[in-house]
């Protein structure tokens, strides 16, 4: 293995630089973009629990809010109770916003590895198959296994870019669809929650 590494020249540094950032940030999503650590569906019926009890207070706001994403945004719209629906949304909204984007993180940069992979190790086939005709026009082309081993040698990092860039593309789909879900579960939670502050204001106004 590491005689294909040297052989294929210094453009399969940054190959396999790609290589090691893409495993780390797939590893580190994989982690990271979990349900039950983003949106748990258990959070609403907690609130109404809590609700019912009478004690929906600051400092539960403030335990839900560090709960999780999830907790954030429905705390964001539990802090503006009394005020109108829009204003809810709004606040909701601006709060998920934000967590979808950092859902999103790292994610541009492992779309680029798997764009700029197979770039990279056609340039780097390109950088040797100039090698291969300047020695052909030094030694002449008597020496078949001389040009057959350069031109192997010229397509090694085209094979290292695709191996890098078809995971990579991969798995960037799939974590994008992953934050997709996530971001649907989120809006429905909101959603229902919102339903739920209404129809306690409804029910509040009418006894």
Do not use: Y
Not at 114 to 130: D, E, Y
């Amino acid at each position: 293995m590491l005689e294909i590494v040297i052989a294929g020249g210094w453009l399969m540094l940054p190959i396999l630089l790609g290589s090691a950032v893409a495993l780390a940030i797939v590893a580190e999503r994989f982690w990271s973009l979990r349900q039950e650590r983003i949106a748990p569906l258990h959070l609403l019926e907690q609130i109404k629990q809590w609700s019912q009890k009478g004690r929906l207070s600051p400092k539960h706001l403030d335990a839900l809010q560090s709960h999780s994403p999830m907790g954030r945004i429905l705390a964001a719209g539990l802090k503006q109770v009394g005020k109108p629906r829009a204003d809810i949304r709004a606040a909701m909204e601006e709060v998920a916003n934000q967590e979808v984007h950092d859902m999103e993180r790292f994610l541009s940069t492992l779309g680029t590895i798997a764009a700029i992979s197979p770039l990279l190790g056609l340039l780097g086939t390109v950088v040797g198959m100039i090698e291969v005709f300047t020695a052909l026009m030094l030694h002449g082309s008597g020496d078949t296994a001389l040009l057959a081993g350069g031109i192997s040698k010229a397509l090694i990092t085209t094979a290292a870019g695709l191996c890098v860039a078809i995971p990579a593309m991969f798995f960037h789909r799939m974590l994008l669809r992953r934050v997709d879900e996530i971001a649907v579960s989120m809006e429905t939670q909101a959603a229902e929650l919102l339903s739920w502050l209404t129809d306690v204001e409804n029910e509040s106004k009418g006894a």
